[in-house]
């Protein structure tokens, strides 16, 4: 067997994933329950910051430390990677020390070609093209709330960014549909439109988009660096505010889900997140448990490899 990543949700097939965020829910119940479990004793966790982190770096820090292992945390000044080093020597070098690396980046090129040269398993923490970990928490927390999402209507209402990217990969490998809503010129890559074709479909009016919709999502209209682009996004991004207003278009039980962090009185009305729709509390909270799942998974697989 060869060693498994997960860069994308396409690394795995969709029963896998729905395995995945079922192990999540019993993940979780064993947590509330304050059973010990540590299914990866003495196992390290090697974790690359090249961008900033705090839901991503507790729920893998802390997934581990549960697990009964350890996470060590690595910041650009901490790697020889700041200094020029080659990715694939790191790899070679860092694979033979730990028993995963999770990296959170900017090209996803770093990802594939570290997992390229890794001996063990390399999770994407996030990357300007996707973010999966987030994905797999999101579709946990609508298994919780509503049941399978299966042959559902998803809205996506803004950016066309990494968030936007990954849905459309979980609209093929969770079967829904989506509809994007986002300004002309701030579409998803079109790579990722023409392998979902047929399940997603590109709108400008926001309404139109979760016109009975189950799940509602959106993120920040200005991501880690486009800073120096914020003004125009602003005034671009003003008539995909997600509101009460908006989710009453959508279907009576919807959810809508933010991956955090949000910027009230932007993407989101200042009183969003009180709507009892809203769930990204449990939503930030199912990253541990969803990415618990994955480690185990990928670890324990690698261990048989």
């Keep these: 067997m060869s060693i498994r990543h997960f860069l994308s949700l396409m690394d795995c097939t969709p029963a896998e994933l729905n395995s995945l965020i079922r192990r999540g829910v019993e ?71 730990v028993d995963g690396v999770m990296i959170r980046t900017f090209a996803h090129s770093t990802l594939t070609e570290f997992a390229a040269h890794s001996r063990v398993p390399v999770i994407n923490g996030l990357s300007d093209d996707l973010h999966p970990c987030q994905l797999l928490a999101d579709m946990q927390t609508y298994l919780e709330q509503r049941g399978t999402i299966a042959g559902k209507t998803v809205a996506w209402i803004g950016d066309g960014n990494n968030m936007c990217n990954t849905y459309i990969e979980a609209a093929e490998q969770f079967d829904f549909r989506l509809r994007i809503a986002c300004p002309e010129g701030f579409e998803p890559k079109a790579a990722f439109l023409e392998r979902a074709a047929g399940r997603v479909e590109i709108v400008r009016d926001p309404r139109e988009a979760v016109a009975g919709a189950h799940l509602v999502s959106t993120d920040v209209w200005t991501s880690m660096g486009q800073e120096e682009d914020g003004e125009r996004r602003l005034a671009l991004f003003r008539p995909y505010q997600v509101d009460r207003a908006l989710l009453d278009a959508a279907d009576p039980g919807v959810l809508f889900l933010h991956c955090l962090p949000a910027h009230r009185g932007e993407e989101i009305s200042e009183d969003l997140l009180d709507d009892p729709r809203a769930r990204a509390w449990d939503q930030a909270e199912n990253r541990l448990h969803a990415q618990k799942a994955l480690l185990e998974f990928l670890i324990e697989h690698a261990s048989h490899a």
């Design 27 to 97: 993940l979780k119940d064993l947590r509330d329950r304050g059973v010990l479990y540590e299914p990866l004793r003495n196992r390290v966790l090697g974790m690359i910051f090249e961008k900033a982190s705090t839901r991503t770096r507790l729920s893998f820090e802390a997934g581990m430390i549960q697990f009964g292992g350890q996470a060590i945390f690595l910041s650009p000044r901490d790697t020889q990677l700041g200094r020029g080093e080659p990715i694939a020597d790191c790899a070679r070098v860092m694979s033979r020390m």
